[in-house]
């Protein structure tokens, strides 16, 4: 994998570059719509390559591993060739899965043992073992296996938890580096600085993932019941220790505001479920603010669901045609909703690029995120 940095904003840390990997060119800063199980939840691939404009798309590695399993995956020939998918893709390591979903896990130095919240069958994620599913998927960009503590824990929680993460950390790094790719292109390995809210663990987590030297760096542990100012600070902390010629991911953030407030302060890469679960209910994000297509108030306008939107679904149908729907409980009503929210997510992004290009990002963030913040 191959990072160049193109322009920073004068007047803050935004900045645009372009990741080049075995399946295509990713232009930064960039949203990855969240495919866990191979799926973007009810968008088709030629949607989300056509339409939608998805650069990159993640996967995740707890819940692949579980179903459809290594085997079907390896047989197809990794994910990309299971699910039809030609550009790149980032999988997360499952830490996040297994210390949040899996029922009776149990963490020691060799890794974390957990039951599967399908069957109740027992299993044992370890920093090798992590490293050799992802190569059997088969992303271009994989994570290191980590601990993400939640963000009220306290110090002395989060200090064992990152010392134990870090020394995970290097094991992934050993045994990615002893192994090769399966499927005849490259893959690179992101290690995840993670520390809580607390800046000295933040700064130590980040110091000792730039001593490894990798390829791209991600931020793990936030928005995880922190509060939103924590988080920016965390960002900003972290920022300040990694390379400034590597791509900063932070992962699972978040609302339009909280990714202009983070491209603002120097990340390149971000994934949320939020476009597609919250669309899912009836949430509609835009330009101009945050719609609730369920309110009454929609009912009877019969005006396009966004006149400023870039998919299709924006001008195809009106706000009371899709509140009809997702008021019946109709499919299509998800869908269109998160065809749209997964486009707009990557309008802003795309917007973000051409005003720091310009130089201009920073006032036009300012702007942009009280109507961001809006309710309509």
């Known amino acids: 994998m191959d990072f160049k940095l193109h322009k920073t904003d004068p007047k803050s840390s935004?900045?645009?570059?372009?990741?080049?990997?075995?399946?295509?060119?990713?232009?930064?800063?960039?949203?990855?719509?969240?495919?866990?199980?191979g799926s973007v939840k009810g968008v088709h691939q030629r949607e989300l390559r056509d339409d939608i404009n998805a650069e990159i798309i993640l996967g995740n590695t707890y819940h692949l591993y579980l179903r459809p399993g290594l085997d079907i995956l390896e047989k197809a020939g990794g994910?990309?060739?299971?699910?039809?998918?030609?550009?790149?893709?980032?999988?997360?390591?499952?830490?996040?899965?297994?210390?949040?979903?899996?029922?009776n896990r149990k963490l020691t130095?060799?890794?974390?043992?957990?039951?599967?919240?399908?069957?109740?069958?027992?299993?044992?994620?370890?920093?090798?073992?992590?490293?050799?599913?992802?190569?059997?998927?088969?992303?271009?960009?994989?994570?290191?296996?980590?601990?993400?503590?939640?963000?009220?824990?306290?110090?002395?929680?989060?200090?064992?938890?990152?010392?134990?993460?870090?020394?995970w950390l290097e094991r992934c790094v050993k045994r990615f580096d002893e192994t090769d790719p399966k499927y005849g292109y490259s893959q690179t390995l992101f290690p995840i600085v993670?520390?809580?809210?607390?800046d000295d663990?933040?700064?130590?987590?980040?110091?000792?993932?730039?001593?490894?030297?990798?390829?791209?760096?991600?931020?793990?542990?936030?928005?995880?019941?922190?509060?939103?100012?924590e988080m920016y600070s965390?960002?900003?902390v972290v920022n300040d220790v990694l390379p400034e010629d590597k791509p900063r991911y932070l992962m699972g953030v978040g609302t339009p505001v909280n990714i202009l407030e983070a491209i603002s302060r120097g990340v390149d890469m971000f994934d949320c479920v939020m476009p597609t679960r919250n669309g899912r209910?009836?949430?509609?994000?835009?330009?101009?603010?945050?719609?609730?297509?369920?309110?009454?108030?929609?009912?009877?306008?019969?005006s396009p669901i966004d006149p400023n939107g870039t998919s299709f679904v924006d001008s195809a149908y009106s706000k009371a045609y899709v509140r009809h729907l997702v008021h019946s409980g109709e499919l299509l009503g998800s869908?269109?909703?998160?065809?749209?929210?997964?486009a707009f997510y990557l309008w802003l992004v795309r917007e973000a690029r051409e005003q720091i290009n310009a130089g201009t990002f920073a006032a036009w963030k300012d702007i942009m995120v009280k109507k961001l913040a809006t309710r309509l």
């Open 14 to 37: 935004a900045r645009t570059g372009e990741l080049t990997t075995d399946h295509g060119k990713i232009q930064t800063p960039i949203f990855m719509p969240v495919g866990t199980l």
């Open 79 to 103: 994910l990309h060739k299971f699910n039809g998918w030609e550009r790149p893709i980032l999988t997360d390591s499952g830490g996040f899965q297994v210390f949040s979903l899996a029922d």
């Open 109 to 167: 130095e060799e890794g974390a043992m957990f039951r599967s919240h399908i069957d109740g069958s027992k299993h044992f994620f370890t920093p090798e073992n992590v490293m050799d599913i992802q190569r059997t998927i088969g992303a271009d960009i994989i994570m290191a296996f980590d601990e993400c503590p939640p963000g009220t824990s306290t110090y002395e929680y989060a200090k064992n938890s990152l010392e134990l993460t870090q020394r």
């Open 194 to 198: 993670q520390g809580c809210v607390y």
């Open 201 to 229: 663990l933040r700064i130590k987590a980040a110091e000792h993932a730039a001593s490894l030297d990798r390829e791209g760096y991600a931020i793990g542990g936030l928005a995880v019941g922190e509060p939103v100012e």
């Open 234 to 236: 965390m960002i900003e």
């Open 281 to 302: 209910n009836g949430m509609i994000f835009t330009s101009e603010g945050i719609i609730n297509i369920k309110n009454k108030k929609w009912a009877d306008d019969f």
């Open 335 to 342: 869908q269109i909703c998160s065809i749209h929210n997964l």
